[in-house]
């Protein structure tokens, strides 16, 4: 999956694909959050990208991964 570099404090860059958010740590994490929708991937890239990727991970199953 092709992720998009963010200005962010604790997130590196992040994706979207079929339904799929992948979303690279700072720390090197690569997480996975399952069912999200295109609108809210979207709304996650602009503003507070923590705060909202907080958000996301409390309502969508995740799965780490590794590149």
Same mark, same amino acid.
């Given at each position: 999956? =092709?992720? %998009? =570099?963010?200005? +962010?404090?604790? @997130? %590196?860059?992040?994706?979207?694909?079929?339904? #799929?958010?992948?979303?690279?740590?700072?720390?090197?994490? !690569?997480? =996975?959050?399952?069912? @999200?929708?295109?609108?809210?991937? !979207?709304? +996650?890239?602009?503003?507070?990208?923590?705060? %909202? !990727?907080?958000?996301?991970? %409390?309502?969508?199953?995740? #799965?780490?991964?590794?590149?």
């Amino acid at each position: 999956m =092709q992720r %998009k =570099q963010v200005s +962010a404090r604790m @997130v %590196k860059s992040i994706g979207w694909e079929d339904g #799929t958010l992948e979303v690279e740590y700072i720390s090197g994490l !690569i997480h =996975q959050y399952h069912d @999200v929708s295109e609108d809210e991937f !979207i709304r +996650a890239s602009i503003g507070s990208i923590d705060k %909202k !990727i907080r958000l996301i991970g %409390k309502s969508h199953p995740f #799965t780490k991964t590794s590149d």
